[in-house]
């Protein structure tokens, strides 16, 4: 029933702000290293701010990914057990397996957290020679609650630990008429789930062939050229020429909407195997790439 079932959320506030802030600030100061490689003469100067913008941008996924997960999470204690829910994993516990749910700071060991940790991701596992393997699926290290069974310790982190504590033991007391039966599921890495769909897997080798040749034809041609018109204005006429090497600006843009898509792709992914939009948005990264490409020889013809 209902009241016998108690959903449990992680805090979120702090984590949130953390990761989303921080991917923000990112995204802009990659805006602006681009804006000013694009204002630049070939030369030291621009390829330093083009290879910052990558930098930049490298952990922008991760902490979106963070963000994602924290909100996806929570902790459900019923009468038939616990499912426990960060992101992508989920774990249902049967109630026969659960051995106790208490307070991390009752206990009389110190805990050994995960090497990485981040505001909204205490995650990852660890081996404690008293416990066994623990992993922890918690958003703070303040009010952690461990849930032991055979071999195996979770550690989450509810925003109200005793609230959750209280309410477990006054379902155990109820007894469980058909425990849950037990679950476990890690998310696995996308380009290895893509790779195992034939069709998914021809648009992926396609996308990383034509992204490559953008990338190899412009780095070819930009030093022996001394300008470059990027377009055409209302009339038809060339824009006025431009440093050769703002067409980097063409790979690094296919690079960022690559990016888009892989974390779009997983969410679809995750919600169903084979998810239709996934193959739409596949088949996007490959037309992109080749009119990226097509637009880089035009570019380079008329030049």
Do not use: C
């Amino acid at each position: 029933m209902d009241s016998e079932r108690k959903v449990f959320h992680p805090p979120r506030r702090r984590g949130l702000a953390v990761n989303l802030g921080l991917s923000l600030a990112l995204g802009l100061v990659t805006l602006a290293l681009l804006i000013l490689a694009s204002q630049n003469e070939l030369g030291p100067a621009f390829l330093g701010m083009l290879l910052g913008a990558l930098l930049v941008a490298v952990p922008i996924p991760i902490l979106t990914n963070r963000a994602f997960a924290l909100i996806r999470s929570h902790y459900m204690v019923e009468r038939d057990g616990i499912r426990l829910k960060w992101g992508f994993r989920e774990v249902d516990i049967p109630i026969t397996e659960i051995e106790y749910v208490e307070l991390a700071e009752d206990l009389l060991i110190p805990l050994e957290y995960p090497r990485v940790q981040w505001p909204g991701a205490v995650t990852g596992v660890t081996q404690q020679d008293k416990l066994g393997m623990v992993e922890f699926l918690s958003a703070e290290r303040r009010g952690m609650v461990m849930i032991g069974t055979p071999g195996h310790v979770f550690v989450i982190s509810p925003e109200h630990p005793k609230a959750l504590i209280l309410h477990y033991r006054q379902v155990t007391e109820l007894g469980s008429l058909s425990p849950l039966p037990a679950y476990s599921t890690s998310p696995s890495f996308l380009l290895v789930d893509i790779w195992r769909i034939p069709r998914l897997r021809i648009l992926l080798v396609a996308t990383t062939v034509l992204s490559l040749a953008l990338l190899g034809l412009v780095a070819w041609a930009v030093p022996d050229l001394t300008e470059v018109s990027l377009g055409f204005d209302a009339t038809g006429k060339p824009l006025p020429p431009v440093s050769p090497g703002q067409l980097f600006l063409l790979p690094i843009l296919n690079i960022f909407l690559l990016a888009a898509s892989y974390l779009l792709s997983m969410l679809f992914f995750r919600q169903q195997a084979d998810h239709p939009l996934v193959s739409v948005l596949w088949f996007g990264n490959a037309i992109t790439s080749m009119l990226f490409l097509i637009a880089t020889l035009f570019i380079l013809q008329t030049g």
